[in-house]
Nanobody
Framework: QVQLVESGGGLVQAGGSLRLSCAAS????????MGWFRQAPGKPREFVQA??????YTAAFVKGRFTISRDNAKTTVYLQMNSLKPEDTAVYYC?????????????????WGQGTQVTVSS
């Protein structure tokens, strides 16, 4: 079992920045691929970024604004979000799954955090 706990969400003005954190615990957490997804009201959950084996995977809409990283122990993953836009408003979820997998598809991830709300005001 892997437990994921997100933090760092909040309210920010357009153009601002936030850093989300996801702390993973469990015997195999450090070996898992980690991803970030988001879901806005009335929309399906969508892929944001993932990291596995030092390689990152990024959704096209990110366009250099977000950066995913992982600590040396590989138990915490971060999502640094810059130049935020109102359309980035969503609940952001951390996910984990054993690699290799299709990192862009949410159904490939086994474990999910509870989500953290990000609200960007215009």
């Amino acid at each position: 079992q892997v437990q994921l706990v997100e933090s760092g969400g909040g309210l920010v003005q357009a153009g601002g920045s936030l850093r989300l954190s996801c702390a993973a615990s469990g015997r195999t957490a450090s070996s898992y691929a980690m991803g970030w997804f988001r879901q806005a009201p009335g929309k399906p959950r969508e892929f944001v970024q993932a990291i596995s084996g030092g390689i990152t995977y990024t959704a096209a809409f990110v366009k250099g604004r977000f950066t995913i990283s992982r600590d040396n122990a590989k138990t915490t993953v971060y999502l640094q979000m810059n130049s935020l836009k109102p359309e980035d408003t969503a609940v952001y979820y951390c996910a984990a799954g054993p690699p290799p997998l299709d990192y862009y598809k949410d159904y490939n991830y086994e474990y999910w955090g509870q989500g953290t709300q990000v609200t960007v005001s215009s």
